[in-house]
C-alpha cells in the first residue's frame, strides 16, 4: 500500500449567503420551520457568458437522522465529544452540530477531525447562522450545489462524504465526494481520525484498519 502522509490543515469551500432566518421556534424544530426561508445563491458554471445559478435551502444542506441512532452515530466519536452531547444537526456534507449539558453548541468537522465550540446556546446558534461567512464555512453550500449540479444527489439516510479524506491527502472538490449511509461515514471518519490523532504532522501511514459500522 501507498504511503499517504498526514495533513494537518483543512480548507472549507466558501458559497454565498442570501436572506436570512427569523422566530422564535424552539433550536430542535429550526430547520423545520425555517427551511424554506433562506436561499444560498450559489454559481456552478457559465455556459456562453450567462452564469448558471442555483438556490440551495436548508433542506438541500441538512440531513434527516433518527433521534433514537443518534448515539451509533457518534459512537466511533466519543474519544473526541465523550458520552454526553446531544446531536442537534447533520449537514448534507456530513458534519455535526453537538449541544453539551450547559446548552452550549459545538461543531463537529469530520473532515478535520475537530471539535470547537461554535455558540454559547442554540439561540446564539441561531444568531450565527444568519451570517453569511458562519453559513458558508459550517454547510459550504457552494460545494453542495456543484454536487447537485453534477448529479450527486442523497438518499434517505446519506450525506455526503470523503472518497479520500483531508487527513489521508484528499482533495476539498466535487470529485473527492460520494454519496454515503450516514453510520458508514461517521464511523469511518471516527476511526481515521483516532488513529492518526497522536501523530506528528507529515508522518507516513502505510494501513488504516476499520471495524465495522455496529
Known amino acids: 500500500m501507498g504511503q499517504i502522509q498526514v495533513q ?9 449567503l442570501h436572506g ?12 423545520e420551520d425555517y427551511g424554506k ?21 436548508w433542506k438541500e444542506l441538512t440531513v434527516s437522522f433518527q433521534k433514537h441512532c443518534a448515539d451509533d452515530l457518534l459512537r466511533d466519536w466519543h474519544w473526541l465529544v465523550g458520552n454526553s452531547m446531544q446531536l442537534l444537526i447533520v449537514s448534507s456534507l456530513g458534519d455535526m452540530f453537538l449541544a453539551d449539558a450547559e446548552g452550549r ?6 473532515g478535520a477531525g475537530l471539535l470547537q465550540q461554535v455558540a454559547e446556546s442554540a439561540e446564539d446558534f441561531k444568531r450565527l447562522m444568519q451570517q453569511r461567512e458562519n453559513a458558508a464555512q459550517w454547510f459550504v ?4 450545489g456543484d454536487l447537485i449540479a453534477a448529479g450527486v444527489l442523497l438518499g434517505a439516510g446519506q450525506c455526503y462524504s470523503y472518497k479520500t479524506p483531508p487527513v489521508l491527502g484528499g482533495q476539498i472538490e466535487p470529485d473527492n465526494f460520494e ?9 469511518i471518519l471516527g476511526q481515521i481520525h483516532w488513529q492518526v490523532k497522536n501523530l506528528p504532522p507529515g508522518t507516513s501511514i502505510a494501513t488504516i484498519k476499520f471495524e465495522k459500522p455496529r
Open 20 to 31: 436570512s432566518l427569523s422566530g422564535s421556534a424552539p433550536f430542535i424544530s429550526l430547520l
Open 8 to 16: 494537518r490543515t483543512f480548507e472549507r469551500r466558501t458559497g454565498e
Open 141 to 144: 453550500p457552494q460545494l453542495v
Open 37 to 57: 426561508c433562506s436561499i444560498f445563491t450559489v454559481i456552478h458554471g457559465v455556459i456562453d457568458r450567462i452564469e448558471l445559478i442555483m438556490n440551495v435551502t
Open 179 to 187: 454519496a454515503m449511509d450516514l453510520s458508514v461515514h461517521f464511523s
Open 105 to 110: 453548541v459545538f461543531w463537529l468537522d469530520t
